[in-house]
């Protein structure tokens, strides 16, 4: 009795004190194919409600219910699992869950193509949703129309030059830095965003035809082989 008293405490032991993968992927699942996200180690808060409502498997059955070409895919409300509130044409967006996430801007992380950040409503502290996301696509912009971006819409904000590099030669949506915050990226399967982004939509830019998701963890294994695929250890 002692050695198997023994055995479960070196095992509860052992799974406490586990130590987490270096860096989390989560891959979003859908019918136009699949994306890995690595989330954000900058972003502690919003890593961690992801990785929480990944877990509890929250965003399964949500739909992408709101997307813009050359802009983003949105999703995570959760009126659209509902069928009873998604009927077609409904407008959706406005569901949420009970709390928000405080915003965690980082100059360093911005709305190139391919990040994750929170949607949000109007409010002062530019508090995060606690479960809506959108996915960038943006589009690729020429240094004039970053200038006028910095004038009309930053309100003389300047865009470092190397993250002007990145959106004359990758893409994004600049106009939403410091206002959104960042919290991931996609690390490989990209075109899912951009054939999501491309589908029919009504006036509210809905997808005519629903387009569920699925959304879950990597595991610690994966999330390793993912690391060293992406930051190959030199020999």
Known sequence: MKRILT??????TAVAFAKPPK???????????DVIIRLYNETPKHRDNFIKLTKQGFYNGTLFHRVIQDFMIQGGDPDSRDTSKNKKGAELGNGDVNYTVPAEFRDSLFHKRGVLAAARDDNPEKASSGCQFYIVEGKRFTPGKLDTLEIKRLKGRKIPTWQRDIYTSVGGAPHLDQNYTVYGEVVTGIDMVDRIAAVKRDGNDRPEVDIPMTVELLSKKECERMDELLWPKSK
């Open 23 to 33: 860096n989390q992927y989560v891959r979003i699942r859908s019918g136009y194919g």
């Open 7 to 12: 055995l479960c405490l070196l095992f509860i």
